[in-house]
């Protein structure tokens, strides 16, 4: 079996070494998250900034020599087109604002339209290479719809588990990709927990966010994009704080272990501040920080933001350290200011889903609060399309009137 740029797992929490031939997921003694550990030596001495800034490769696979897979193939399918999302500089939201470093990632750009193709695309590459006959997950809807779209490119066989409630956009997306569609009459933990049994009765090669060491290291590759596509060429002399949404905690968690790589390889001089947001009715790892521990504590999840509706987040504990780590902090919203946020960002052409809009609130609230100042550079994430949640879009704006087709209608309505 190929064990590329693999050095070996680490536990998170125990700190405990497996070897990179073992087939782990989770910590055998303590159910920690495992990091991948890479031989930075090694990667140094096959390229440097500029081989991978000179790639013409435009997904996250121009990281290929940073990640612990091979290139799964598929060239020119869906696969080759994860990541490398735009990130844009909104000047007429900077002007509003009175802020004038500010960059918005746009995730929705990503081929089914969330952050979530950059965990599958690498998780199904690890799945050719241990030759996995079926991979499973479970799934809110995004990492499930990621991992049936991603696995469709290359012919991976795919199950996904999503709670009945899942927005009807992320079930069409999951039964178009053609997997095998399984909805739970119940929630995403519930979903999740018998995810993982499933993966143990049939063999299965589970992906499940916070559980498989290998979505940590799919995610991370935004951390490297932001490297290339705003710190490096901006010349940045302050830590840029970047905002980002938070339900299970493995996107944060990921893009903590990418500047970790980098910092490590000795390509990235100011270490970045992470500012993780959650809503206040999903909240559990915000309230392990406000805290002042790594204690989790599962709540009973209500949110408007359907892909951060966690009872018991599955990489709690690395996503609170992603934030003391760094000197960034947690953030809470209310679900109003994330709808708010969708018409926000709307206005200047980025359309996002309740959960992506959350990380633009929170970095609106932690300028009111002085958590940042205006004169700080930022990113926000919006890791998801609005056309998934169309229902919660709604809700953010007016209703459109309805006239009759008739000039004179029109003058009535003009004039009223
Ligand atoms: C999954 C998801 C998140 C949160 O990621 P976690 O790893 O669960 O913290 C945020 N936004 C969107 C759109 C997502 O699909
Ligand atoms: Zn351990």
């Keep these: 079996m190929s064990q590329k740029n693999i050095a070996g797992y680490m536990c998170s929490l125990c700190k405990k070494v497996f070897d990179a031939g073992d087939e782990l997921y989770t910590c055998p003694e303590d159910g920690g998250n495992l990091d991948v550990l890479l031989d930075y030596d090694e990667i140094n001495s096959c390229c440097s900034p500029q081989t991978i800034m000179d790639s013409r490769e435009s997904s996250l696979w121009r990281y290929l020599p940073l990640l612990p897979v091979s290139d799964p193939g598929g060239q020119d399918t869906p696969i080759h087109q994860a990541g490398f999302t735009p990130t844009y500089a909104l000047d007429g939201l900077k002007k509003e ?64 588990f ?49 559980f498989n060491p290998f979505t940590a290291e799919g995610k991370k590759t935004a ?88 009872d018991l987040p599955r990489d709690g504990v690395r996503a609170v350290r992603a934030v003391t780590q760094t000197d960034g902090a947690y953030i809470t919203v209310e679900d109003n200011d994330s709808l708010k946020a969708i018409a926000e960002l709307g206005r200047f052409g980025v359309f996002a889903e309740p959960a992506g809009a959350t990380a633009f609130a929170g970095f609106k609230k932690a300028l009111k609060t002085g958590l940042v100042h205006g004169d700080d550079p930022i990113l926000v994430l919006n890791t998801g399309s609005g056309l998934k949640d169309v229902r919660a879009a709604m809700q953010a704006v007016h209703e459109a009137p309805v006239i009759k087709p008739t000039l004179d209608a029109l003058k009535t309505f003009l004039k009223g």
């Design 97 to 160: 604002l009175g802020i004038n470093n500010f960059w918005l990632k746009d995730e929705s750009r990503n081929p089914t339209a969330s952050f979530k193709d950059r965990a599958s695309a690498v998780v199904v590459a690890r799945a050719l290479e241990i030759k996995a006959d079926v991979v499973v997950t479970a799934s809110t809807g995004n990492a499930g719809a990621a991992l049936a779209g991603m696995s469709a490119a290359v012919g991976q066989k795919a199950v996904i």
């Design 162 to 210: 999503a709670p009945k409630t899942a927005p009807q956009a992320k079930i069409a997306q999951l039964l178009v990709f053609g997997a095998r569609v399984i909805l739970v009459d119940g929630n995403y933990d519930q979903a999740f927990d018998l995810t993982i049994e499933a993966a143990k009765e049939f063999g299965w090669y589970c992906r499940n966010t916070g």
């Design 223 to 310: 951390a490297f994009e932001i490297w290339e596509q705003v710190i490096k060429p901006n010349k940045l002399n302050k830590p840029l704080s970047v905002f980002i949404p938070v339900g299970d905690g493995n996107i944060i968690s990921g893009i903590h272990k990418g500047f970790k790589d980098l910092a490590a390889l000795g390509w990235l001089d100011i270490f970045p501040r992470l500012f993780g947001v959650q809503t206040v009715g999903s909240a559990a790892i915000a309230n392990a920080f406000f805290a002042g521990n790594e204690t989790i504590i599962p709540v009973e999840a209500s949110t408007i933001a359907d892909s951060i509706s966690v």
